[in-house]
């Protein structure tokens, strides 16, 4: 099954129903959802743009240090989305919402 950020409802938002353990935490599954949809190809770009800068740096040092930089704070983003998400599906399956 394909992912949908958006639910079967076509909004981000949906219907929200009047119950309040659905409300809220319907719309904050569903925001999750759609950032992470949005995160994790714009984290990939950035890696491999950097990529990039890194094997066209031509020896110059400077832009060899930017690029190498520029590759751990991406690496390191990924890792923080990768683990965050983890932590929210965790908080997720105990407490049951």
């Known amino acids: 099954?394909?992912?949908n950020p958006f639910s079967d409802t076509g909004s981000?938002?949906?219907?929200?129903?009047?119950?309040?353990n659905s409300g809220i935490s319907q719309l904050a599954n569903r925001l999750l959802n759609f950032l992470l949809f949005l995160v994790?190809?714009?984290?990939?770009?950035?890696?491999?743009?950097?990529?990039?800068?890194?094997i066209t740096s031509a020896?110059?040092?400077?832009?060899w240090a930017k690029a190498k930089k520029n590759i751990a704070y991406m690496v390191i983003g990924i890792f923080i989305i990768v683990f965050a998400s983890i932590f929210v599906s965790l908080f997720r399956r105990l407490f049951g919402t």
């Open 40 to 54: 994790y190809p714009v984290a990939f770009a950035g890696l491999v743009y950097t990529a990039y800068l890194l």
């Open 1 to 3: 099954m394909a992912f």
């Open 59 to 63: 020896g110059n040092p400077d832009a």
């Open 12 to 20: 981000i938002l949906g219907t929200l129903n009047a119950d309040p």
